[in-house]
């Protein structure tokens, strides 16, 4: 424990526009405050680099997550408490992550927002894009979703403020002994 923390991998999934990279940037915040070294690893700014030759093929979005997932563990690996912040809506793919990373060290936490709310927050009109058939394979529209069955944490975005989710992960992490 050379960083006197353990590495870990935080998995915030949920759909677009649920709040998941907004808590993870405040998660990252907190946890540097407090001494901490964190990543957030966030699914938009990775497809301009690391996985800018795929597309939103269910393929393509489950070897997104693989690399995103193999990034992460090297990093916990290192000690470093990587926050990924991706849709990553196969519950398969979220698994095998799980398994990449040590035993007790991956939290999948669920940003629950209601579609309703995702579709307001929606800035760059996705959403209304998606409903009209301009954007086939659309998570959450036109292509599905399966919401983890027993996350380390629920979060119920739209309920809490951000600092308030942010917190919880903290505690959670706390709890679980690795910051």
Sequence with gaps: MLLGQRGAVVWLT??????????????ESRLARAGRLAY??????????????LGFSDDDRRENVRRVGEVAALLADAGVVAIASLISPFRSDRD????RVAEGRFFEVFVN???????QRDTKGFYAKARAGE?????GVSSPYEAPERPELLLLAGNTSVEE???AVERLLRDAGVV
């Excluded at 957030?40 to 030759?53: A, C, E, Q």
């Excluded at 095998?96 to 398994?99: A, G, I, L």
């Design 113 to 119: 927002t209601p579609l309703a709310i995702c579709e």
């Design 165 to 167: 989710d942010a917190e």
């Design 135 to 139: 954007l086939p394979e659309f998570t």
């Design 40 to 53: 957030v690893l966030d699914g938009d700014n990775l497809r301009h680099g690391l996985n800018d030759d």
């Design 96 to 99: 095998r992550v799980r398994r």
């Design 14 to 27: 949920g759909l677009s526009g649920s709040g998941k990279s907004t808590i993870a940037y405040a998660l």
